[in-house]
Every structure is written in structure tokens, then in C-alpha cells.
């Protein structure tokens, strides 16, 4: 197995994305290399060297920055370090792809350089969120602001195909909308909700925000605008938790000596909300792996986005997804 790592991308490369990477080698042997994609001078002197000899580096000093217009770059930047990674999996040098950068740009080399799955017109990403029944998996966090009915049923497809392969049973689908009522919602939801119940997926109906973290479905399904503005949300209540509860803790004594006591708890909960715990989402729909990575990512996040690649190269998705796609056209 080879992994191709875009070295340039994301807020802390090269330096993070590096180490993330060292350390992939050291806890995955299966990974027989890491083709680590950047400026060389740069890369060279951050690699740990018990696996330096699992490592081949892509020179290129070209990236397409978070602030650039991704489509614009990517056509301008034809060496930028996200297109030449993505290149090593369209040619069969690497198995999957991993970046912290631009997902714009890393969109448009997916699908530009790997090609859409037959059947599917826009591509998601497919992010797992924490909630009270275990990780679930939300789709799609933001690659589609505009979607139609069929877009939500190539989602929902692709999404269940990836929770089957990740518990071994058959994932349960849901709507995200704002009443659990097949009449509510948009003309769109409406529509879609009918198009997932006359499908083959195990289909439960709608679901409102509130039970997104209830973890009553496997696979959520919206529209990339909303999945996105989700998935902020649960960022930004995850970290803010802690500190409305560390201001509260400091007002007096004896909840300072709770405190204490919940220390361990408190750690546990931070750990389960973290997201450099999930590492990356997989980019679902186009003929390669190619895992997406937070902007912010650091040397954990990387070693769990790594992770996951591993994973979807070992279930072999790309061809469980091309297969479930098929017989659902077949169906129709």
C-alpha cells in the first residue's frame, strides 16, 4: 500500500503534515511507502529517520494557498502539490491520497484528474460527527451548496456502502430536515424524501437538528451548505463547552474541588469532541481515494486522516461504492 500526502497543505505544513506522516509509518506497516509531496528543502530535514526509508518525496514549490479561487489555481498551478499528489493515485503509483488543504482545490483535482464514479454527478464529503450512540456520518459537509433529489440518493448510497464497511452492519439512513413529517421541509427535501423511500437503502425517515447528536441514524443526509453550517456548529460548541464550563468552574470553591473529582471525565469528553480525533473525510464519489483534512490540522490529525485512507483502500470502497451505485441504477 502507498499513500501519496500533500506535505504543503494546510496551516501547519509542511512541519505537521510531516510528523503526522512519520508517525503513520510507525504505528501501519502495512503502509509500504509515503510519497510526500512538496519542496523537498523543506520536507528533507523534518523526516524521523527509523522510516526515512519508506519515504519518497515529489518535488514541487507550487501550492494553491486557502485564499486563492480553487478552480482559477488549479488550472493556473498545474505543479501545485494537491494536483501532482492526486496525479500518483489517477496513475496507479498510490493507492490514496491525503491533504489539510484547499478542499476546493483538492476537489477540482479530484475530480479533473481521478474522474467522477459512473453514475455520480457531484461528488460529497462524508464527515463522522460524535454523538450519544458512537460516530455517525454526516454527508454532505460542504462540497454542494446546490443539490437535487437524485444528488441525495447518490449521497445517501455512498454514505451507507462507507458506515457498512466501517461496522459491518447495514447502516440506517435519514433526512436532515426541520420536521419529521414526510410533508415538511422544502420542495427539495420533500422531493428527496420520497426518492429515499422508494429506494433500497434502509430508509428511516426524516430527522431534525436536535437528533443529530442523538445518533438515531448511521447516515445523515443534506445539502453541502447546510451539512456544512452542522458540522461549524458542532466545532464551535465542542470547544466553547469547555470554556463556559471552565469559567463557571473558577466562580466557586466547591466546584472548583468537583472539578477535580470530573477531571478525568472532563478529558474523556474533550477527547470524544476533538476533531483531529477523526482525522479526515473521505471525498465520496470520485474513482480514488482521496481523503479531505482540516485546514487547521495537526500531526495527530494527520496520522488519523492517514488512517483512514488506510481503511478505504483495505474495503476496496471505490469499487464497493461503483457496485452499489450500479445495481441501484439497475433497480430504477
Known amino acids: 500500500m502507498k499513500i501519496a500526502v500533500d506535505a504543503m497543505g494546510g496551516d501547519h505544513a509542511p512541519g505537521e503534515v510531516v510528523k503526522g506522516a512519520c508517525e503513520a509509518l510507525k504505528q501501519f506497516p502495512v503502509i509500504e511507502k ?22 519518497d ?33 489517477r496513475d496507479g503509483v498510490c493507492d490514496g491520497i491525503v ?3 484547499s478542499t476546493g482545490a483538492q476537489m477540482a483535482s479530484a475530480i479533473f484528474r481521478l474522474g467522477r464514479i459512473k453514475g455520480i454527478k457531484r461528488p ?47 447502516a440506517r439512513v435519514a433526512l436532515i430536515n426541520n420536521g419529521a ?33 442523538e445518533g438515531v441514524a448511521d447516515v445523515m443526509v443534506c445539502d453541502g451548505f447546510t451539512g456544512n453550517v452542522i458540522l461549524k456548529t458542532l466545532e464551535g460548541f465542542g470547544k466553547n463547552i469547555f470554556t463556559l464550563l471552565k469559567r463557571d468552574i473558577q466562580k466557586h470553591l466547591r466546584f472548583k474541588l468537583g472539578a477535580l473529582l470530573l477531571k478525568p471525565a472532563f478529558y474523556e469528553l474533550k477527547h470524544q469532541l476533538d476533531p483531529k480525533v ?9 474513482r480514488g481515494v482521496s481523503i479531505v483534512c482540516h485546514g487547521n490540522s495537526d500531526h495527530t490529525a494527520v496520522l488519523n486522516g492517514i488512517q483512514v485512507a488506510k481503511q478505504c483502500i483495505e474495503a476496496d470502497l471505490i469499487a464497493q461504492i461503483e457496485e452499489a451505485v450500479e445495481c441501484e441504477q439497475t433497480e430504477d
Open 34 to 55: 509515503i510519497v510526500l509531496v512538496g519542496d523537498e528543502t523543506r520536507i528533507k530535514p523534518l523526516l524521523a529517520e527509523e522510516v526515512v526509508d519508506r519515504i
Open 181 to 213: 413529517e414526510e410533508e415538511k421541509g422544502s420542495d427539495l427535501t420533500q422531493a428527496a424524501h420520497q426518492t429515499l423511500k422508494a429506494s433500497s437503502l434502509n430508509f428511516i425517515g426524516n430527522i431534525e437538528g436536535r437528533e443529530i447528536t
Open 124 to 170: 460529497a464529503i462524508a464527515v463522522l460527527l460524535p454523538t450519544l450512540n458512537g460516530p455517525k456520518l454526516l454527508v454532505d459537509a460542504g462540497a454542494n451548496t446546490q443539490v437535487d433529489p437524485q444528488n441525495l440518493l447518490d449521497f445517501a448510497t455512498m454514505g451507507a456502502i462507507y458506515m457498512q464497511l466501517l461496522n459491518h452492519h447495514p
Open 57 to 89: 518525496i515529489l518535488h514541487t514549490d507550487e501550492v494553491i494557498g486557502m485564499d486563492e479561487h480553487p478552480a482559477t489555481a488549479f488550472r493556473q498551478k498545474k505543479q501545485a502539490s494537491i494536483r501532482l499528489a492526486t496525479d500518483l493515485v
Open 278 to 286: 477523526v482525522g479526515g473525510a473521505p471525498l465520496l464519489g470520485v
Open 99 to 101: 491533504s489539510c488543504g
